[in-house]
């Protein structure tokens, strides 16, 4: 093809890279933190009962109804509830609202969520990446040492680690942090068992925290995110996305969304389920000699004796179980898994007991 068909912008890309979805036979899927339970049946219902005549109007652009029942559940108002496609999306528009590529860098973990430094390119922004401590915990105090810098991000818990930091530590950080700058606490992850921020929000206009449907909620193929923040942020958001999109969140996605937020108790009975099923595998794999990060997620970050971490994701592969892998410098020995069933995490260790136990 030409390349003058083609952006220097475009050309300057360097897309993420998402864990595989292979379509050649059935896995056991460990790789992308999808959560192994379904949506709440009340969700499976209105699936069934949705208009599809519906379907010929333009969804509600605002996504009012939704961004009302989730200032319900997080004790906010509407205008400090943002939705987006997934929290990918709302993550994508944050970057653009709040981070000034003329003010410094984006500052982030050194090992953390792969997009953050996608988003920076696609931004044009600088970023820098500030050391973790030795056990592989989030410094916050790594933040407060930068004096030049345009924001900061960081998972709560993080990723891949699974480590999280509490609240007050947090708050904390907050309260001697520059406030001309906007914090977002990527918070993914945050219902199997770290503490939210989102009750920090009115204290900290400067705080935006972001959630997903994608994990607690077993939502990920519906594209569903929001944030929370103080009206401000929560416009700009809106600006940014009425330049974008006017209409991102279709009209079954906030249907169903409802649902899912009716229905705490199933999801709560979920998220037990998940966290006694990682205790169960973090245990046996410790008894095995691996060395496994304390985790606060729906994942392990973990090693292997001797074994290095891409040998154990093609040797698991070979077996129809996806793991996730990571080359790069720091993390090489560990592999990501996500807590599925206790049925799949018993196939996991059966299968390594059968791949490496003399
Ligand atoms: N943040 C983190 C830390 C993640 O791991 C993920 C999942 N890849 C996301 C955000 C995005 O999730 P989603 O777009 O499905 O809401």
């Known amino acids: 093809m030409n390349p003058a068909l083609v952006s220097a912008r475009a050309r300057g890309l360097t897309p993420y890279t998402p864990g595989e979805q292979p379509q050649d036979k059935t896995y056991i899927k460990l790789n992308t933190n999808e959560n192994p339970y379904p949506p709440a049946p009340a969700v499976q219902t209105q699936l069934r009962e949705s208009i599809a005549e519906e379907l010929r109007l333009y969804p509600d652009p605002n996504s009012t109804q939704l961004r009302e029942a989730l200032a319900g559940h997080y004790q906010l108002t509407p205008e400090e509830v943002f939705v987006g496609n997934g929290s990918d999306e709302v993550l994508s528009f944050a970057f653009y609202a709040f981070f000034d590529p003329h003010n410094g860098p984006v500052l982030f973990p050194a090992h953390t969520y792969s997009f953050y430094p996608v988003y920076c390119t696609y931004y044009g922004l600088e970023y820098r990446k500030i050391p973790m401590g030795e056990d592989f915990s989030v410094r916050l105090s790594g933040f407060s040492e930068q004096d030049t810098f345009s924001g900061v991000i960081f998972p709560n818990p993080n990723a891949p680690t699974g480590i999280a930091i509490s609240r007050e530590q947090i708050a904390a950080f907050l309260g001697s942090a520059r406030s001309d700058r906007v914090y977002v606490i990527d918070e993914a992850y945050v219902d199997f068992g770290a503490e939210s921020c989102s009750g920090l929000v009115r204290e900290f206009p400067n705080l935006l925290v972001v959630h997903t449907f994608s994990k607690s909620r077993s939502l990920a193929g519906l594209r569903l995110g929001f944030a929370l923040g103080n009206p401000e942020l929560i416009a700009t958001l809106f600006t940014v996305k009425d330049s974008f999109n006017s209409y991102p969140l279709n009209r079954l996605s906030q249907q169903l969304a409802l649902r899912a937020l009716e229905n705490k ?94």
């Open 265 to 358: 108790s199933y999801y709560e009975k979920m998220q037990e389920k998940i966290i006694e099923t990682r205790e169960r595998t973090v245990d046996r794999l410790r008894t095995r000699g691996w060395n496994v990060l304390p985790s606060s997620a729906n994942f392990i970050f973990a090693s292997a004796p001797g074994i290095d971490g891409g040998t154990l994701y093609s040797d698991l592969k070979q077996r129809g179980i996806l793991v996730r892998h990571f080359n790069h410098t720091g993390i090489k020995e560990f592999v990501r898994i996500t807590i599925g069933t206790d049925e799949q995490m018993d196939r996991l260790l059966a299968d390594l007991d059968a791949l490496y136990s003399k």
